[in-house]
């Protein structure tokens, strides 16, 4: 197994390393004009990139910011309906289909 693997990690950095020189011997052979218009792509790429990795940062504290309402919310209810039980007398009706289930 680690014979493959050793194989196919020395596979892929030969087709690296060859992707890599044939792409920096393109772009020493392009002209100036036209770097320049790529240069100006290749900023608003960057931007984009960087806005996308502060987006999934925000996604992630968000998701996390909400497991703890849902946690704190569902605490709520099991007190209010320790409360009805006491009030009442009996079990509120939602919880005797969550038993139920």
Same mark, same amino acid.
Not at 21 to 34: A, R, V
Not at 51 to 69: E, G, P, Q, R
Not at 79 to 85: A, F, N, Q, S, T
């Given at each position: 197994m680690a014979v493959g693997a050793n194989f196919s990690r020395e596979i892929v950095s030969e087709v690296s390393g060859d992707i890599f020189s044939n792409l920096s011997g393109f772009l020493e052979n392009l002209s100036p004009e036209l770097l320049s218009r790529i240069e100006g792509l290749i900023i608003v790429l960057k931007a984009a990139g960087i806005a996308f990795i502060v987006y999934v940062c925000y996604l992630v504290v968000n998701f996390i910011l909400n497991i703890s309402k849902y946690r704190r919310l569902k605490r709520? &209810? =099991? $007190?209010? =309906? &320790?409360?009805? =039980? !006491? #009030? #009442?007398? !009996? $079990?509120? &009706? $939602? %919880? !005797? !289909? *969550? $038993? %139920? *289930?």
């Amino acid at each position: 197994m680690a014979v493959g693997a050793n194989f196919s990690r020395e596979i892929v950095s030969e087709v690296s390393g060859d992707i890599f020189s044939n792409l920096s011997g393109f772009l020493e052979n392009l002209s100036p004009e036209l770097l320049s218009r790529i240069e100006g792509l290749i900023i608003v790429l960057k931007a984009a990139g960087i806005a996308f990795i502060v987006y999934v940062c925000y996604l992630v504290v968000n998701f996390i910011l909400n497991i703890s309402k849902y946690r704190r919310l569902k605490r709520i &209810e =099991e $007190k209010l =309906e &320790e409360v009805y =039980e !006491k #009030v #009442v007398g !009996k $079990k509120s &009706e $939602k %919880k !005797k !289909k *969550r $038993k %139920k *289930r």
